[in-house]
């Protein structure tokens, strides 16, 4: 483990260096300022080995050991790396002071080989135990991120699952009614899909799925829209801060991702290759309308698109607030 000891005393530094030594410290870092300091304990981070264990002398010239224990322990890169100062003082006042700043614990001067031994390797047991908590904790933060991921994603596509869907979807409505901004909504419903998987089965229904996914989702690149799949052979896009006009290109673009693709479809009355019917609404939420009902009217626009021939796409364009006020 590294050690860093940092104190004026010439002979001090010696004695400590050759007792840890002969005790299997090999890696010891010494200097006499504090400025050093902090550059060796930067330089340790930075190259992703830190300093395992500061003794600090708290005489140091230029900048009391107590003070310079206090500004290391503000430092958030070495708040964790313990400190035992070394003083020649073993009044009740110093010590407060040094466990005040920060020092995890004290070594009194004459230096024993004992102490400093018993002491050093109290503080490194310390450390190693702070290691593995932070570790452990890195690793539940890991696996939380992985279970947020799970819980908001749909296994088969990766997109957005219903959910995450109605949460982004009630947080773009109030952020997009109070920036008095029309929010787009697109569902979409892959034609004749339960005729799709009775021809060719379902491993082959879960391949044009994801197909149709990554489809839909090539053409809506802004960071704040979202496309999830809403459920079976549903899809959904939100698009914050966007017109009719604009969801309605949106839509085409689907169509036109979709038909690129090129997915034959076994039995399908509207074509020989996978289609797709859409439903579009937009408009700026208000206090007198909620999002179910953006969404009910968006899946009567869908609806309407089914019933038209389907592979085709139908609209609503929602009153927005001056169409309310009339």
């Not at 466990?99 to 102490?115: H, N, Q, R, T």
């Not at 208000?286 to 139908?314: F, I, V």
Request: hydrophobic share 40%; aromatic share 4%.
């Amino acid at each position: 483990m590294k050690l860093l000891i940092v104190d004026e005393c010439s002979a001090s530094v010696a004695f400590m260096r050759e007792v840890l030594f002969r005790a299997g410290y090999t890696d010891i870092i010494a200097v006499s300022r504090f400025d050093q300091a902090m550059a060796v304990l930067a330089a340790t981070i930075e190259s992703d080995d830190p300093a395992d264990l500061v003794i600090m002398g708290v005489d140091l010239p230029g900048h009391g050991g107590i003070g310079a224990i206090l500004t290391l322990k503000s430092h958030h890169a070495f708040e964790d790396i313990p400190v035992i100062a070394v003083t020649q003082h073993n009044d009740e006042a110093t010590l407060d002071h040094a466990f005040a700043a920060g020092a995890s614990d004290y070594i009194v001067k004459p230096l024993s080989a004992i102490e400093l031994r018993a002491r050093v390797r109290s503080a490194l047991q310390l450390r190693r135990e702070m290691v593995k908590r932070m570790q452990r904790e890195r690793e539940l933060e890991k696996l939380a991120r992985k279970l947020e991921r799970m819980t908001n994603l749909d296994s088969l596509t990766g997109l957005a699952n219903r959910r995450c869907f109605d949460d982004a979807l009630v947080k773009e409505w109030v952020r997009n009614g109070r920036a008095d901004a029309p929010l787009g909504l697109i569902m979409i419903d892959i034609d004749h899909f339960k005729h799709y998987n009775d021809a060719l089965g379902h491993v082959d229904g879960d391949t044009c799925l994801r197909r149709v996914a990554e489809a839909i989702r090539s053409v809506v690149h802004r960071p704040g829209d979202m496309v999830a799949r809403y459920g079976g052979e549903e899809f959904a896009v939100i698009l914050p801060n966007t017109d009719y006009a604009g969801a309605l290109a949106v839509a085409e673009n689907i169509h036109a991702s979709v038909a690129r693709i090129g997915i034959e479809h076994p039995d399908s009355s509207v074509g020989c290759v996978v289609t797709v019917s859409i439903g579009v609404a937009s408009g700026v939420p208000t206090c007198g309308t909620t999002p179910e009902q953006h969404l009910q009217a968006a899946d009567r626009a869908l609806y309407q698109a089914k019933e038209s021939g389907r592979n085709r796409t139908r609209g609503i364009s929602l009153p927005g607030p001056e169409d309310l006020r009339q």
